[in-house]
């Protein structure tokens, strides 16, 4: 399948453990900012977004937090699992034109070890 | 509900062919992204169409064009291959149209293309 985690940074993590996945932006204008996640041989799947307006956002065992002064982005997964395993891309959306533009970031791939 | 699906998902072409790959956006959305994944590197934006036009642009030449028809489907079209257009291609569809929602994107597994 896919290897997206080539030349990737990776974060190893022990099953169970809280995961962090952090990324750093420089559009400030961005309307959204979305993590998703991509395993292999797969497309992007949606996780989670935060509006720009809000500084924290949980769903389900992930939470995303928001510091647009330093303008970072992070995701936290909490009791990470084997099926955790795949890169993380943070994206920003901006409207541009009339439509949305979705831009990704480099990634990072998280490696659960049992 | 039908999610999207592309075709080919693989193939090979040798530089200067052309290509052309199909999406089916999911059911329901009227908005067609294409992106293009070298390996190791994240989706960079090629183009957006909604309601049959294009509505936006990446940084992308001329050579790399596309279509969507009244059932919301699209094609991208690749002309003059070069070996740096070796990569995996991504189209995502959405419901958004030109504003509102998060741009929250529902992708396909892709069409992996290497040109020799």
């Known amino acids: 399948g896919e290897n997206v985690g080539l030349h990737l940074p990776t974060l190893s993590v022990q099953e169970g453990d809280n995961s962090i996945i952090n990324c750093a932006y420089s559009?400030?204008?961005?309307?959204?900012f979305i993590w998703y996640k991509q395993e292999s041989g797969k497309g992007p799947q949606f996780i989670i977004d935060?509006?720009?307006?809000?500084d924290k956002r949980q769903g389900q065992r992930v939470t995303v937090l928001l510091n647009k002064t330093v303008k970072h982005l992070s995701l936290q997964i909490a009791a990470t699992q084997p099926g955790d395993s795949a890169v993380y891309f943070c994206?920003?959306?901006?409207?541009?034109?009339?439509?949305?533009?979705?831009?990704f970031g480099t990634g990072t791939k998280l490696q659960v070890i049992p | 509900e039908t999610g999207v699906t592309q075709s080919p998902t693989h193939l090979i072409k040798t530089r200067g062919q052309q290509v052309t790959l199909r999406c089916s956006s999911q059911?329901?959305?009227?908005?067609v992204s294409w992106y293009q994944q070298a390996l190791g590197q994240g989706p960079q934006f090629i183009f957006q169409?909604?309601?049959?036009?294009?509505?936006g642009r990446g940084n992308f030449p001329p050579r790399f064009s596309g279509l969507q028809f009244p059932n919301y489907s699209s094609e991208l079209n690749v002309n003059a291959l070069e070996l740096d257009d070796s990569a995996l291609y991504l189209c995502?569809?959405?419901?958004?149209?030109?504003?509102?929602?998060?741009?929250?994107?529902?992708f396909g597994e892709g069409s992996r293309l290497t040109v020799l």
């Open positions: 169409y909604y309601r049959e036009e294009e509505n």
């Open positions: 935060i509006r720009s307006n809000m």
């Open positions: 994206a920003e959306n901006r409207s541009s034109g009339g439509y949305q533009k979705v831009t």
């Open positions: 059911s329901g959305h009227n908005t």
């Open positions: 559009n400030s204008a961005s309307d959204y």
């Open positions: 995502a569809s959405s419901p958004g149209g030109r504003t509102g929602d998060t741009g929250e994107l529902f």
